[in-house]
């Protein structure tokens, strides 16, 4: 699949469990960000990494925790999690610099029980 | 803090008519107003975007206005099909952050 894909696309795990979504880009992009999509509420940016660097942390809980490797990966590590984080989690690319389109991906829902 | 505040949430209209979705930015500093089209199941796409440095930009059916002195822009579908139906998404940007802030969203229905 060419653009942004996400894996895994549905994720069902206990308040304890440890768990991490990934994120991969296919096009050259040099910005990757997560965001939350809950119903009813706008796009929540959550993290936002520029080459490799996180450049954005809105006051997420500690119990997601991001991680990018390389330009091209973004992953959310997430541990200890409650259910009202149950929610639809957007990963997108795009150029870095002067804002530009955001390509997003299919997303992973979430949900906490 | 900085919002974006979007109406109406849900909007019917029957094919054929104009549908005209409006967003309203607090932050005076942001540049860059993107749109995005999401159908159920699907990512978020852009559809139609507009810098600071013009007033109007059309695509096709699509067109989106800007009113940097008021702070509002809005997104203006003619001739609506059902494909368009769909939950759309106003945001607004500035250079130098990479923030998007995004409105809540309008579910349009267009009626056949």
């Known amino acids: 699949e060419t653009g942004v894909t996400q894996t895994p696309r549905h994720l069902v795990m206990g308040m304890t469990n440890k768990k991490s979504l990934k994120c991969e880009q296919h096009?050259?992009?040099?910005?990757m960000y997560w965001y939350k999509q809950s119903a009813k509420k706008p796009l929540e940016l959550m993290f936002v990494?520029?080459?490799?660097?996180?450049?954005e942390n809105n006051s997420v809980p500690s119990r997601f925790s991001p991680e990018c490797p390389n330009s091209s990966h973004l992953f959310l590590h997430l541990h200890t999690l409650q259910p009202e984080d149950s929610a639809l989690y957007l990963c997108?690319?795009?150029?870095?610099?002067?804002?530009?389109?955001?390509?997003f991906g299919p997303g992973t829902r979430l949900t906490v029980t | 803090g900085e919002n974006v505040e979007q109406h109406p949430s849900t909007l019917s209209v029957q094919e054929g008519d104009s549908a005209v979705i409006k967003c309203t930015y607090s932050?005076?500093?942001?540049?860059?107003f993107p749109w995005y089209k999401q159908e159920l199941g699907k990512r978020p796409q852009l559809i139609i975007d507009?810098?600071?440095?013009?007033g109007e930009k059309k695509d096709q059916r699509i067109a989106v206005t800007l009113n940097k002195t008021a702070k509002h822009f809005s997104l203006h579908i003619t001739e609506t099909q059902p494909e368009d139906s769909a939950v759309y998404f106003c945001?607004?940007?500035?250079?130098?952050?990479?923030?998007?802030?995004f409105g809540t969203g309008t579910r349009l229905k267009v009626l056949a």
């Open positions: 997108a690319s795009s150029q870095g610099g002067f804002p530009y389109e955001q390509y």
């Open positions: 096009l050259g992009h040099n910005a």
């Open positions: 990494y520029s080459l490799e660097e996180r450049v």
């Open positions: 932050d005076s500093a942001s540049n860059y």
């Open positions: 507009i810098r600071s440095n013009v």
């Open positions: 945001a607004a940007s500035t250079s130098g952050t990479y923030k998007y802030i």
